[in-house]
């Protein structure tokens, strides 16, 4: 039987490993300056708190807490140990993007590539619903689509080999969609881990959605927001949403 999502269960372990910090700091670089930017334009004020929903193992809000006080959201609690080792500082709560609600207003709400567990329109309109709940007046939403159904690559492989904790991992990430006409896909790994002179291999599969650009635009008009993309090279679009409600 196929198990699913496991780098979020038993085989979190693995994250810092697969996924390090540094590989953050540039992204999150430009994330903070498209901030300043589109706040400087927009908002009357210095944003100052930011909550990052599906927050994950918090690599991304450990370079964003040197700018914004961060509260982070992700559904897996044990990613959020992770978050809260490496983010003491920060506010972490287990919950749904689609549902959450945690009883604040924010300067900034960001969700990275969370968002891509977004399965259905329903769905993703529900998590941009919270994402406006969530901001003040002339608060900015921060999101991007990894895939897109213009930009999505059918048998995209990724291979990288990643050395830490005592042990060596290669993850072979496997992109394939079965049916093009619903809105998810399938996104396959295979992670060889050598350690203590053995070889050890663990699969993971996860689904994810996929939707057309103008979709993205529709929902988030939908749900209220003033829309702004941003397109940055080899990666997909950066979405503003600007709320402009009192």
């Not at 982070?72 to 749904?96: C, F, I, K």
């Not at 290669?170 to 396959?188: G, H, L, V």
């Not at 053995?198 to 599969?205: A, C």
Request: a negative charge; proline letters at 4%.
């Amino acid at each position: 039987m196929t198990q699913h999502n496991r780098l979020y269960h038993d085989l979190t372990w693995l994250w810092p490993t697969l996924s390090p910090l540094e590989d953050y700091e540039e992204e999150m670089a430009e994330i903070v300056t498209l901030i300043d930017e589109f706040a400087g334009a927009f908002a009357p004020r210095a944003p100052q708190t930011l909550l990052d929903l599906g927050c994950g193992g918090g690599h991304n809000d450990y370079w964003l807490k040197q700018r914004f006080s961060i509260t982070g959201v992700d559904l897996s609690e044990d990613m959020l140990t992770l978050a809260r080792r490496l983010n003491p500082e920060a506010r972490y709560l287990q919950g749904d993007m689609r549902s959450v609600r945690v009883g604040q207003k924010f300067d900034i709400v960001f969700i990275a590539d969370a968002i891509d567990y977004m399965l259905t329109e329903t769905d993703l309109r529900a998590a941009f619903e919270t994402a406006y709940t969530h901001l003040k007046p002339h608060g900015l939403f921060i999101t991007f689509a990894e895939e897109t159904k213009e930009r999505f690559e059918q048998n995209k492989t990724k291979t990288v080999t990643r050395e830490g904790d005592g042990v060596v991992l290669t993850s072979i990430e496997t992109y394939f969609d079965p049916n093009p006409d619903d809105t998810t896909y399938e996104m396959s790994f295979v992670y060889h881990l050598q350690r203590d002179g053995k070889l050890q291999t663990e699969t993971d599969q996860h689904v994810m959605g996929v939707f057309p650009f103008a979709t993205w635009i529709e929902l988030l008009e939908e749900v209220g927001f003033m829309v702004d993309v941003v397109e940055y090279e080899d990666a997909g679009p950066v979405f503003v949403g600007k709320k402009v409600e009192s």
